[in-house]
């Protein structure tokens, strides 16, 4: 992960792209239970934080953050990661991966105008429906000849890694379509 100084390579881009370090420090210091920090199934915001209390028969009785309790069946929890791992720019590892984690991830990264992020091999965008500063030239140049693993997660990234590819010879430029589907984009 790099510093805030070899983020400013990036610009005015760099606070959409990642973290500053103060806020990744604090996140790894911040008290944590892994033992009762959950998910939660709601019924209004699909998912929520919460603290489990307790299980019988199937159930499983939660504290929400807002501090209602909640007895919902023991399938409807799910664990949490541990705060180092909030607006994590690969999904892939996460602690545990499972539909709650990634939506708040992907929430918590979108709340913050982070509209890129990966999952293993793919590069997840969400929509923010106004302009960013993330599509410039000092951008473009910034992600040139960058491994995706050196730089915060964005299509420029993903694009400038085929090119290099491309031009090393590790993609086939001969092969048939019809032979290689995946090899089209």
Not at 19 to 24: L, T, V
Not at 52 to 68: I, N, W, Y
Not at 126 to 131: A, F, L
Not at 150 to 179: C, R, V, W
Request: hydrophobic share 35%; glycine share 4%.
């Amino acid at each position: 992960m790099s510093s805030d100084a070899d983020m400013a390579v990036f610009g005015e881009a760099a606070p959409y792209l990642r973290r500053p370090e103060r806020e990744r420090i604090e996140a790894q210091n911040r008290p944590f239970d892994a033992k009762t920090a959950v998910f939660v199934v709601d019924p209004k915001e699909l998912f929520v934080k919460g603290t489990f209390q307790s299980k019988e028969g199937g159930k499983a009785t939660v504290k929400t953050q807002s501090g209602q309790v909640v007895t919902v069946k023991e399938d409807e929890i799910f664990p949490m990661n541990p705060p180092k791992f909030d607006k994590i720019e690969d999904m892939a590892m996460m602690t545990h991966l499972n539909e709650a984690a990634v939506l708040f991830n992907l929430k918590e990264r979108y709340a913050a105008w982070m509209i890129y992020t990966y999952s293993g091999l793919f590069c997840v965008t969400v929509n923010p429906y106004k302009w960013l500063p993330v599509y410039n030239q000092e951008v473009v140049v910034a992600y040139r000849g960058k491994k995706r693993q050196e730089a915060p997660p964005h299509i420029f990234s993903i694009s400038d890694n085929a090119y290099q590819s491309m031009l090393t010879g590790k993609l086939k430029t001969n092969d048939k379509p019809e032979e290689h589907p995946s090899s089209l984009c």
